[in-house]
């Protein structure tokens, strides 16, 4: 039997997308059995089967399976099974509806005068009509079947992982990149917004004094007109939340499943910029916020297909 398969290798967790293709074959001299896996982005976990009505007392277990190795995506599970051992099948023919269209065609052939086609090749296409034969190769599912689509549908769950972690590798580099210039963009922000501040404080000031010298001489009373403008335009703790949230990403990133907690992370992020453009009244400020939202937009899209 197969080892079952595992969400990462090595000792720490590894980012996985959710595009990902497994498939993988197996026979036991009785049967084939042939499972293929697709799966795409899905906020949640959706598993889907086509697979032998035999097989439906195991979907149960089979889904498990699914479900113990992927958290999230949209999974479609495709199963065949092909009987090696022709004794096994039974072929019926349905006789009156093959003459039913055999007399549809001669009737055809009499109305439109065409001259008539090979025999061989009526009755192939007439065999190939739905219902004209079928086939029953149905049994009670044994034991050692049931082993054998599990061993086979662990198999193609293995590929499925491996190609889900190489694309993860592939976006967890492109969001630490991104990650990295949106941590510089927040130090020029924070440099900005001191400088910002002080220079509100100067304007206060002269202002004041074109007002009223007696204001400029009463410190206390300018003191709280400081303070109060400057509780209206300082962002250090927004600055500080947002140092947090990057941490808290970059932490996250390192633990699997990710995506969703990412996904709460980025509209944090998102609150925090917004914040501070409409706080700071600085050109210089706002246009480094549109190139962070730029940045945050980017980070966005790609974990949208990070489970």
Do not use: W
């Not at 995506?73 to 051992?85: A, F, H, N, Q, W």
């Not at 086939?135 to 044994?142: A, E, R, T, V």
């Not at 049931?146 to 769950?157: D, G, I, K, P, T």
Request: glycine share 4%.
């Amino acid at each position: 039997m197969s080892m079952s398969p595992t969400k990462a290798k090595g000792k720490s967790p590894v980012t996985l997308s959710m595009t990902g293709y497994g498939h993988a074959v197996k026979e036991n001299g009785q049967v084939r059995i042939e499972v293929e896996i697709k799966t795409v982005n899905n906020r949640f976990i959706d598993i889907s089967f086509k697979m032998p009505r035999s097989y439906l007392c195991i979907e149960h277990r089979l889904k498990d399976a699914v479900k113990s190795v992927l958290s999230r995506g949209k999974v479609d599970v495709y199963i065949s099974r092909t009987p090696l051992d022709a004794k096994a099948v039974e072929v019926a023919f349905n006789r009156p509806l093959f003459e039913k269209y055999y007399g549809i065609y001669l009737e055809l052939c009499k109305i439109t005068e065409a001259d008539k086609v090979p025999l061989t090749k009526v009755v192939s296409e007439i065999l190939h009509v739905r219902d004209v034969l079928s086939y029953d190769d149905s049994k009670d599912l044994d034991e050692s079947e049931s082993e054998l689509v599990v061993e086979v549908l662990r198999e193609a769950l293995n590929r499925v992982i491996e190609m889900r972690r190489r694309e993860g590798e592939v976006l967890c580099e492109e969001v630490l990149r991104r990650l990295s210039g949106l941590s510089s963009l927040k130090q020029k922000i924070e440099a900005e917004a001191l400088g910002n501040s002080a220079q509100k404080m100067r304007l206060l000031e002269e202002r004041l004094k074109e007002l009223s010298p007696d204001i400029v001489s009463d410190r206390e009373r300018l003191a709280m007109e400081a303070a109060y403008l400057a509780d209206k335009v300082d962002v250090t703790e927004e600055l500080k939340r947002l140092e947090s949230h990057l941490a808290q990403f970059n932490e996250t990133l390192s633990r699997s499943p990710q995506g969703r907690k990412l996904d709460f992370i980025v509209q944090e992020l998102y609150r925090e910029f917004n914040t501070i453009a409409s706080k700071a009244q600085s050109g210089e400020i706002q246009g480094l916020v549109i190139d962070a939202k730029v940045e945050l937009e980017k980070i966005r899209e790609q974990i949208q297909n990070i489970e």
